[in-house]
């Protein structure tokens, strides 16, 4: 208050009309009332800093919280991986043992049967020459038969006119 009696007093000095004077006097001390202090501003400031520091505190304790949580499932779902892994690795192998006695049961069940008609065809082979075999007999002898029956009458002949 004591400095708004001093503005006002200069101002009615300065020859300002004394309501225009106490209005503005009135108006500085409202405006002053809500300029803070050096004091306010630094326990303002004091007050800002131990927040921050409270929620800096709050803040990492929150992310260790959190990444020790995120570390738990991580490892977590790494042991879940490697037993699904085990599992189907077991279950490949399983399927694996089985296709491959499957196929070489039909390996084996082919190669049976392929010996079986290789022996076949081998049987028939065999019969089918021995009778194409009888057959150039036949013919040999129906040759030789042939030659026996035209060349004997021919030489004859031959000799026949030779010797006239």
């Given at each position: 208050?004591?400095?708004?009696?001093?503005?006002?007093?200069?101002?009615?000095?300065?020859s300002?009309?004394?309501?225009k004077?106490?209005?503005?006097?009135?108006?500085?001390e409202?405006?002053?009332?809500?300029?803070?202090?050096k004091?306010?501003?630094?326990?303002?400031?004091?007050?800002?800093q131990?927040?921050?520091?409270?929620?800096?505190k709050?803040l990492?304790?929150?992310?260790?919280?959190?990444?020790?949580?995120?570390?738990?499932?991580?490892?977590?779902?790494?042991?879940?991986?490697?037993?699904?892994?085990?599992?189907?690795?077991?279950?490949?192998?399983?399927?694996i043992?089985e296709?491959?006695?499957?196929?070489?049961?039909?390996?084996?069940?082919?190669g049976?049967?392929?010996?079986?008609?290789?022996?076949?065809?081998?049987?028939?082979?065999r019969?089918?020459?021995?009778?194409?075999?009888?057959q150039?007999?036949?013919?040999?002898?129906?040759?030789?038969?042939?030659?026996v029956?035209?060349?004997?009458?021919?030489?004859?002949?031959?000799?026949?006119l030779?010797?006239?």
């Amino acid at each position: 208050m004591n400095l708004s009696l001093s503005l006002y007093e200069a101002l009615t000095a300065a020859s300002a009309p004394p309501e225009k004077a106490k209005a503005a006097a009135d108006a500085w001390e409202a405006e002053v009332q809500n300029l803070a202090s050096k004091s306010d501003l630094q326990q303002t400031e004091d007050r800002l800093q131990a927040s921050i520091t409270e929620q800096g505190k709050d803040l990492r304790n929150l992310m260790s919280e959190e990444v020790h949580e995120l570390r738990a499932t991580i490892r977590e779902q790494g042991h879940e991986l490697r037993t699904m892994i085990k599992e189907q690795n077991h279950e490949l192998r399983t399927m694996i043992k089985e296709q491959n006695h499957e196929l070489r049961t039909l390996i084996s069940e082919q190669g049976s049967e392929l010996r079986l008609s290789i022996q076949q065809q081998g049987a028939d082979l065999r019969l089918s020459m021995s009778g194409l075999q009888s057959q150039i007999n036949v013919m040999r002898w129906q040759i030789g038969l042939i030659i026996v029956c035209v060349a004997i009458p021919l030489i004859k002949l031959a000799f026949d006119l030779l010797t006239r």
